[in-house]
């Protein structure tokens, strides 16, 4: 079993990879040779538009088994007619989701003859203000930049495969690891022996935040009893599938078309139609947002779990008071935000300092990454 002297030793090399990365001269496109984006989904359109957006000229999109002639009035090339610009090419990788490794397609590029490729992270400095927010993706150096903060949540995780975690996780984003791209842990998601060894023995009290279809919902119930269950998903499309799959439920199912938040608020909110639902100022509609508090204070809390799009520290501190009085199960999504890392453990330990902290990566990419807190 790790000591803590192996803690320490692995925290110390972290440190060094963090000051290498912070003192290496950045990686920059050159505006004088010709850019091509691989991958013609969403966000490579977006890449696409913002580099345009910055004066550079991309000259077409590639893509493994091309789908269509153009997009975006640019040719989609094959790898076989992407090789006749091989020798001054820049291959911007577009492809930036939870399903397909970026080692993988990193691997793809390379096979294909590619030397000069670049990764999401390594433009996202010069596209951020035509892109905006996108999950986790940063600057490769800023992590090593917040370094002192990562700290706090190294030491605050509570067994070495979740210090391992965090570690890796960020050497991947900086850039230093590309294969933990592909890495998953082998403990299912959400329901694993972490969280339901700390339940009690009785049916529990289930609150999803960011309920999605009730898929979530239908495998908790099929490890644990429930007593009552309390569902939240502002996403119109969603909430309709889980209205659908709670029908069949033989237990109390409570379905809210709301989005967790600090407190009562009316939210612009852009329905992704699916898994992508974005709560902020501005968006395609409007939704009303609550405290947990408020909606289920006559209730004890077993277990919660948020994926709230970016919500969960607000949503963390509308259920305080359920938190401090029943020290629930926390299973919260970490990847929203670069920041996540440190603010979301942050906030759990300020609101229960007797959680014990654990690190599971479940999908491709460091997406899915989830912190877990049992007492």
Not at 152 to 179: I, N
Not at 254 to 275: I, K, T, W
Not at 328 to 348: F, N, T
């Amino acid at each position: 079993m790790p000591s803590e002297h192996d803690a320490q030793r692995d925290w110390e090399a972290f440190l060094l990879d963090c000051q290498k990365r912070a003192q290496a001269i950045p990686r920059a496109l050159v505006s004088c040779r010709p850019i091509l984006v691989f991958g013609v989904g969403s966000f490579g359109r977006d890449l696409c538009t913002a580099l345009r957006a910055c004066g550079l000229e991309v000259q077409g999109f590639v893509e493994s088994q091309p789908r269509q002639a153009s997009a975006l009035g640019l040719p989609v090339l094959s790898w076989d007619q992407a090789r006749e610009t091989l020798a001054t090419a820049q291959l911007v990788i577009g492809v930036f989701n939870r399903d397909a490794p970026l080692n993988h397609l990193h691997a793809l590029a390379s096979d294909a003859g590619f030397q000069d490729i670049f990764m999401p992270w390594d433009v996202y400095d010069l596209v951020r203000e035509k892109m905006g927010w996108r999950y986790w993706l940063e600057a490769s150096s800023f992590l090593a930049e917040h370094a002192s903060l990562l700290e706090k949540t190294y030491w605050a995780l509570a067994d070495a495969p979740s210090r391992q975690c965090l570690l890796d996780l960020c050497r991947f984003r900086m850039g230093l690891l590309p294969d933990y791209a592909a890495f998953v842990h082998s403990d299912a998601q959400y329901f694993n022996s972490i969280t339901l060894k700390a339940l009690p023995t009785e049916p529990a009290v289930y609150v999803d935040g960011g309920a999605y279809n009730g898929d979530t919902l239908i495998e908790f119930s099929k490890q644990h009893a429930v007593e009552v269950a309390y569902l939240f998903e502002p996403g119109q499309q969603n909430f309709a599938q889980l209205r659908h799959q709670c029908r069949d439920v033989n237990f109390p199912a409570v379905c809210l078309p709301l989005a967790l938040s600090s407190g009562y608020e009316m939210l612009g909110f852009h329905d992704g139609n699916g898994e992508a639902g974005v709560i902020g100022q501005a968006g395609g509609s409007t939704i009303a947002s609550v405290a947990l508090d408020d909606v289920v204070h006559g209730k004890r809390l077993d277990f919660l779990k948020l994926d709230v799009e970016g919500a969960e520290v607000a949503a963390l501190e509308g259920a305080s008071a359920l938190i401090a009085r029943d020290r629930p199960v926390l299973a919260l999504s970490l990847y929203h935000h670069p920041h996540d890392l440190w603010e979301i453990p942050a906030k759990v330990l300020s609101l229960c300092a007797d959680y014990r902290l654990f690190l599971r990566q479940h999908h491709a990419n460091s997406f899915v990454a989830v912190l877990y807190a049992v007492v």
